[in-house]
């Protein structure tokens, strides 16, 4: 049994409380003040609201190959910053397996990892598959950060989440086939199915994607009808080029507009889309010759309806798909065009280095990342899209690992809320023990974490790759913070007071082991050592520390009850800490 407080013990903790609420409470406002000042010379991409594909006109320096990071020892903080960019999260035995394999070792050994079940089957395990569950999102939430918190394969499970922010589906627009907690699992299950592959593969299954269809409307859609004058859905068309392929301006390999006559040149037009919004017509659920009170038909891709394909030609992008094709070779051959524009790595390879590393990359990076995008060296005819080299490509850049960007003003992001909560989660080995994983719907800024998986409000993600805060530093920099979309002051008090919560009392069944650190507990700066190293990645200054250190040693120590109160007041604190909300 631990020892019990006694009603002095009380008195006093509730006065230490206090103390320490009213220290937290500084640090909430300070939090976005903070960031916001860290993040105002982030980057060094001259990009502006009105540009989101980014990055100022100069040239960029010539592709120069990535340095081999692995080859001198690397520290524990080193690997723990690794770790941020490349994972879900750091923990005590995944920093000792970074220095143990090195960066590109253990990119290898993750690369190689088996999947770890998928969402779905977990959904038919715990009997979601029943039909008092078709017009429910039950489940979904459940199996989303279950696969998040605690799946080993960490780097698949990263990069399956960059791919969910660049190719948005969202659970609740998920309209007309019931399901929606499987429709979302499929998504989810096929991103990651395919996250280690080829990009034009990739294409090709979202493109059948039963989810896709419904999100972005055009299951069912039908060709041109010449005698009510309706015309095929064009929402997919032009997401498909905007957001998930080429956008909106012709791009040089640097990321940068390429211009003519000293103006940006648009990618496509009106009658781009019109003619693309052919090629998806046709398509609709594969339900098998069954019904849909299974939701079996939203695991499979969907197929042709003859009858509704446009089967004339479809020009796009100065180029056409020929008449007489079905549907699928249309689609296919749809695909090889928007594939082969070159656009397609400098646009995708930013983002990607956005998502995971910096959100104003140096041109030279983008050109670096795109280069491999476009050749990964095998010299195959499949070299072009690979994406597990692109991924390496992005992690083991100089401009990621060189230690000299800690202090660069001109470098980072802000980790988005679900990573920051996820950190906490793998680093402290959170684990469900009912197998239930009820955090729920994190979606509520003011009482959650403002973001939730796959419940992005719109196709354009939680946040736009391109935007800039207004009337802030940051733009008078001409620079962009994705992630800033989504932050304001209540939402960072909204997080502050979620993960207080989540650290202390737990979620649902979520329990975290704080035993690494009940040793240390009544010293307060060892444990914010230890904290700052697996959390922050060793980057809490030591000013912070020592501010943290007064706050947590104002508490009352010597038994276990009050060591976990000790550690509870210790990671609130980091985790509201501006060092560990920006990712250096």
Request: hydrophobic content about 40%; overall charge negative.
């Amino acid at each position: 049994m631990e020892d019990q407080p006694s009603v002095e013990d009380l008195n006093t903790q509730t006065a230490v409380d206090q103390d320490t609420f009213n220290q937290q409470a500084e640090l909430k406002a300070a939090a976005l003040l903070a960031s916001t000042a860290l993040l105002a010379a982030c980057g060094g991409s001259n990009t502006t609201a009105q540009n989101e594909t980014g990055g100022n006109t100069a040239m960029a320096a010539p592709p120069a190959p990535a340095p081999d990071p692995s080859a001198a020892a690397i520290t524990a903080p080193e690997a723990a910053r690794f770790l941020a960019q490349a994972s879900m999260g750091a923990s005590r035995a995944q920093i000792a397996r970074v220095q143990a394999l090195g960066y590109a070792g253990w990119i290898d050994e993750q690369l190689s990892l088996p999947g770890n079940g998928t969402r779905w089957d977990w959904l038919v395990a715990k009997g979601f598959n029943d039909i008092s569950y078709r017009n429910s999102q039950a489940g979904f939430d459940s199996t989303a950060w279950r696969k998040l918190i605690s799946s080993p394969d960490t780097l698949r499970q990263r990069f399956t989440l960059a791919l969910s922010e660049i190719i948005v589906v969202s659970i609740d627009g998920l309209i007309g086939g019931g399901w929606k907690a499987f429709g979302a699992a499929a998504w989810l299950d096929m991103l990651e199915a395919n996250c280690f592959g080829n990009y034009r593969g990739l294409l090709q299954m979202v493109s059948t994607s039963p989810a896709m269809g419904q999100y972005l409307t055009f299951r069912g859609n039908a060709k041109y009808n010449a005698q009510t004058g309706a015309m095929p859905d064009e929402n997919y068309a032009r997401e498909l080029m905007q957001l998930f392929s080429i956008g909106l301006l012709e791009l040089k390999l640097n990321g940068t507009p390429r211009q003519q006559d000293g103006k940006n040149i648009e990618t496509y037009d009106l009658t781009d889309i019109t003619g693309l919004a052919r090629i998806f017509t046709g398509w609709d659920f594969d339900l098998a010759g069954g019904k849909a009170d299974k939701p079996d038909f939203l695991h499979r891709p969907m197929t042709q309806v003859p009858v509704r394909h446009e089967t004339g030609p479809s020009t796009f992008l100065d180029k056409t798909v020929g008449e007489g094709l079905n549907g699928a070779d249309a689609l296919s051959a749809a695909l090889d065009i928007i594939f082969a524009h070159d656009n397609v790595a400098p646009f995708i390879s930013r983002q990607l280095i956005q998502r995971l590393v910096t959100s104003n990359p140096s041109n030279a990076y983008v050109s670096r990342v795109a280069t491999v995008f476009n050749d990964d060296g095998s010299g195959t005819a499949s070299k072009k899209g690979n994406l597990k080299a692109v991924l390496t490509a992005i992690l083991l850049d100089d401009e990621a690992r060189k230690p000299a960007n800690l202090s660069d003003p001109q470098f980072g992001k802000l980790r988005e809320p679900m990573l920051r909560f996820l950190a906490w989660a793998r680093a402290y080995n959170v684990t469900a023990i009912n197998d239930v994983w009820n955090l729920g719907n994190t979606s509520d800024p003011a009482t959650r974490l403002g973001q939730s998986p796959l419940r992005s409000p719109s196709v354009f993600n939680y946040f736009r790759p391109g935007y800039v805060p207004p009337n802030t530093a940051i733009a008078a920099a001409s620079l962009v913070a994705p992630e800033f979309q989504i932050t304001n002051e209540s939402s960072v008090v909204g997080y502050v007071n979620y993960m207080q919560r989540a650290i202390s009392s737990g979620i649902s069944d979520l329990v975290p082991d704080y035993s690494s650190l009940m040793p240390l507990a009544d010293t307060a700066p060892a444990m914010l050592d230890e904290i700052n190293l697996v959390l922050a990645a060793g980057q809490l200054s030591a000013a912070t520390l020592q501010n943290l250190s007064t706050a947590v040693d104002s508490m009352p120590k010597g038994n276990d009850n009050r060591r976990k109160q000790r550690i509870y007041a210790a990671l609130t604190l980091v985790l509201a800490a501006p060092e560990f909300i920006v990712l250096k």
